[in-house]
């Protein structure tokens, strides 16, 4: 799973009160945490439930086990034309698998699919997603850049389609030598005036892209330029372009306004939205594209 999804999922426990007004008695509630990904095998499923602000956090009270788990590819008018099922895994409570014989699926582009867990308790958990398509890198304008320099790396992509509006894209960068003598300024300014562990910095995101950051040519094609901001360590780098669903793209849209990101009043701050029937947290899809790089110093 990409880091930078985990990241804004960190505050998922506190989500239950954002739109409150008066506090409310604290009620458990069934939690899921997917990420399919266009072209590649099917993943897995994490099952898990809330707990008070104030309990201190043990994994394994929180990991759901037991659960049946399926996930089906609907057909065009919205009916399972396949269901794969999954399993839990045996050394990972409340973390489930395809079971082997469907582990060879890949996930369609531009198909839809619905994830059904029904808890033992009989609550049944849903949600569906629509596949982004895939697309892919032409090339790029170097393998090697300075850090901060003018030039910076650019991309030349083709373009990911999503039925009825534009892509949308994030970026994540992750270090492949993510030493502490390998900080550039900004990441060993995080690394010594915060919490961050080196782990926390290897993998890096961005906003949600927008026109500034990538520009599209007249053969249709899409040249993408990476931010400075989003590279913490010299040496090696490996820098990911997802294009993503309609579930990621408002849970991470929704999630930076209630993290700040935005001039609203405290009152106007709108709910997260997770698209998830039964529970909370996300079931979402996305198409990526990796390239790795050299930043010198």
């Not at 794969?84 to 839809?112: F, K, M, N, S, W």
């Not at 408002?250 to 935005?262: F, P």
């Not at 997770?274 to 010198?296: L, P």
């Amino acid at each position: 799973m990409p880091r930078i999804f985990w990241y804004i999922l960190v505050g998922m426990f506190g989500w239950a009160g954002c739109d409150q007004v008066a506090p409310v008695s604290f009620t458990p509630e069934y939690v899921v945490e997917s990420y399919q990904i266009a072209g590649e095998p099917l993943q897995p499923v994490w099952l898990t439930r809330t707990m008070p602000i104030n309990a201190v956090y043990v994994p394994d009270s929180v990991r759901v086990r037991g659960a049946q788990v399926r996930i089906a590819l609907l057909d065009a008018q919205g009916l399972p034309e396949r269901w794969y099922p999954y399993e839990e895994h045996t050394d990972t409570p409340g973390y489930y698998v395809p079971i082997p014989l469907v582990r060879r699926a890949r996930v369609q582009p531009l198909r839809t699919y619905r994830l059904e867990a029904q808890m033992p308790d009989g609550t049944l958990l849903t949600a569906e997603t629509t596949v982004p398509d895939t697309f892919r890198v032409l090339g790029a304008n170097l393998d090697s850049v300075r850090y901060q320099s003018e030039v910076r790396l650019e991309l030349f992509m083709t373009r990911s389609e999503y039925p009825g509006r534009q892509a949308v894209y994030i970026i994540t960068t992750e270090a492949l030598e993510p030493t502490e003598e390998n900080l550039t300024p900004l990441g060993r300014a995080l690394y010594e005036d915060s919490t961050f562990t080196l782990e926390e910095l290897r993998v890096s995101g961005s906003p949600i892209l927008n026109e500034a950051n990538y520009r599209e040519m007249p053969d249709g094609t899409l040249r993408l330029r990476l931010p400075w901001l989003a590279v913490l360590f010299y040496g090696p780098n490996r820098v990911t372009i997802s294009a993503l669903d309609d579930n990621l793209y408002d849970l991470i849209r929704t999630q930076s306004v209630q993290q700040g990101g935005s001039t609203l009043s405290p009152g106007e701050i709108p709910a997260v939205l997770e698209h998830v029937s039964g529970g909370r947290g996300v079931f979402g899809s996305y198409a990526r594209v990796q390239y790795t790089f050299i930043v010198g110093r």
